[in-house]
């Protein structure tokens, strides 16, 4: 079981909110455009769109980490 | 006496404070430092890091790390690194640093040589910021002795000198000036992978622990754990201001009872909260002043032991004014990078004042709450976190005041001067 989590690199990050737009049931955004996660895993049919968006960001802001867990 | 930690001399009382300023003194009282000679490097490293760990020593710089777990760390990621010093001690309320390298240099540099030795770093700096040249003066005329005595030095020792900013002690951006001349704190979702200066790995340790360090090496772990807890053992500096008589840095064994450490500094009159922890730590309530200073029980009513200080808050002062002008003071002093604290810390400021002022409604309320929960974690260092810390703790512990402003009492002290210390523009001594 393989499970995945969104890592927002806040330094990268410019508040473009492609990802937000692309992922809502993971990513919402701050009264300033900025990506919340709540840093659970991710449900397995969002982690291609994850990547999709983590591809997408202007500012390469975004990794999808998949962790074989052992559970 | 090669092996560190062997030799625990009968009348070796354990104090940092206090300890003798010039070499002569400092060898009399501590013998010579425990260097590995040629060959037994491997046994001498062994028994150096067993003695760390069996003293349970935890880093003093605010974020309390085991101090043998860095140390191999560094040593696993391989040899001819740096030592930074970490002596910035940007928290306005603290002195601790500064007094410990003032009058004992030796101490904190010869922590430093320890750990280079055992994991082989081929650098010591000590970093103490622009403008706090008395500092800097202690420090070189320490290393100027150390060289003309022809003390035994595992490495070259030097002293470098960053802006004198809140975030530069901040250990990625301090990591970062000495590699590129910025002080910007880097994001790292692994802190398992080291910090590098020059492609080589580089551990930054507080000035403090590294006199605990080289106090270990020399008496014995025993020695630390005669004070403190078993599970949070040895002392720690603090320092204690705010509304006292006699402001300064004391000495205190972990698991005091806080209101004993406010107690060394005589408090005026009593006193109403205690800020514990520096300004990216929580104010207490009266009711917990009896919690002892350790991290387990601190944490346990919302507060850490984060860096060695103590503020005392008199009666005649507004705990939500005051929290206020820190979370406004910490949001001057963000390094920019990451929106959620460039923009999130200081409309968290600004929703402070407006609570210190009495201007509170119940969706200014809402808004604070979410704004706390959605700032807390989201920069790349801690910085953002901090100031969250202390504004979530001001909310609980000055509650009743915030109620009585919310029904129009308007508080008699918010225009008061302050009781906390804040830099003036530019420190210049």
């Known amino acids: ?71 | 006496m090669s092996s560190p930690g062997d030799t625990l001399p009968a009348t070796a009382r354990y104090r940092l404070l206090g300890h003798p300023s010039d070499l002569a003194a400092h060898l009399a009282a501590l013998g010579p430092l425990p260097l590995p000679h040629g060959g037994q490097m491997h046994s001498w490293r062994q028994s150096f890091v067993a003695a760390l760990e069996a003293s349970g020593l935890t880093g003093r710089g605010g974020a309390g790390f085991p101090s043998a777990i860095k140390l191999n760390v560094a040593r696993a990621s391989g040899p001819r690194g740096t030592v930074l010093v970490n002596a910035m001690e940007s928290e306005p309320a603290s002195d601790k640093d500064k007094i410990l390298l003032i009058r004992s240099p030796h101490l904190v540099l010869d922590g430093a040589q320890l750990v280079a030795a055992a994991s082989g770093a081929r650098r010591v700096i000590v970093c103490v910021p622009e403008g706090r040249d008395q500092i800097a003066a202690a420090v070189t005329a320490a290393i100027g002795e150390r060289t003309r005595a022809r003390y035994p030095v595992a490495t070259s020792e030097e002293v470098m000198r960053p802006p004198d900013r809140f975030i530069a002690g901040e250990e990625s951006a301090l990591v970062s000036w000495v590699e590129t001349g910025r002080s910007l704190p880097s994001f790292r979702p692994d802190k398992g992978i080291p910090l590098q200066v020059g492609r080589r790995a580089a551990v930054v340790h507080n000035a403090e622990t590294l006199a605990h360090v080289s106090m270990i090496a020399r008496i014995g772990p025993d020695a630390f754990r005669a004070h403190g807890l078993q599970e949070d053992p040895g002392t720690s500096l603090i320092t204690v201001g705010g509304s006292v008589e006699q402001p300064g840095v004391v000495e205190v064994d972990r698991g005091t009872p806080l209101i004993e450490i406010a107690n060394r500094a005589s408090p005026v009159g009593r006193p109403q909260a205690l800020l514990v922890g520096g300004y990216g730590g929580a104010w207490v309530h009266p009711d917990h002043f009896g919690t002892p200073y350790a991290s387990l029980s601190l944490r346990s009513i919302g507060a850490t032991a984060g860096v060695g200080v103590v503020v005392v808050l008199g009666s005649d002062a507004c705990g939500l004014s005051e929290t206020a002008r820190v979370v406004h003071y910490l949001a001057g002093q963000s390094a920019g990078q990451c929106g959620p604290c460039v923009y999130g810390l200081p409309a968290i400021a600004d929703d402070m004042t407006r609570v210190a002022r009495g201007q509170v409604d119940s969706e200014l309320m809402a808004r604070l709450e979410r704004r706390l929960r959605e700032v807390n974690g989201r920069g790349a260092c801690r910085h953002p976190d901090g100031a969250v810390n202390i504004a979530r703790s001001a909310v609980q512990v000055f509650g009743a005041d915030l109620r009585a402003h919310a029904h129009g009492a308007p508080c008699a002290h918010w225009n008061r001067p302050t009781q906390l210390r804040f830099p003036t523009a530019r420190r210049t001594a």
């Open chain 1, 1 to 71: 079981m393989t499970s995945a989590r969104i890592i927002i690199d806040p330094v990268a990050c410019d508040a473009y909110g492609f990802c937000a737009e692309l992922l809502p049931e993971a990513i919402s955004l701050d009264e300033w455009g900025y990506p919340v996660v709540d840093g659970t895993p991710l449900a397995p049919e969002l982690v291609a769109v994850a990547q999709r968006a983590a591809r997408d960001c202007p500012r390469r802001a975004i990794t999808v980490r998949l962790r074989k867990s052992g559970i």
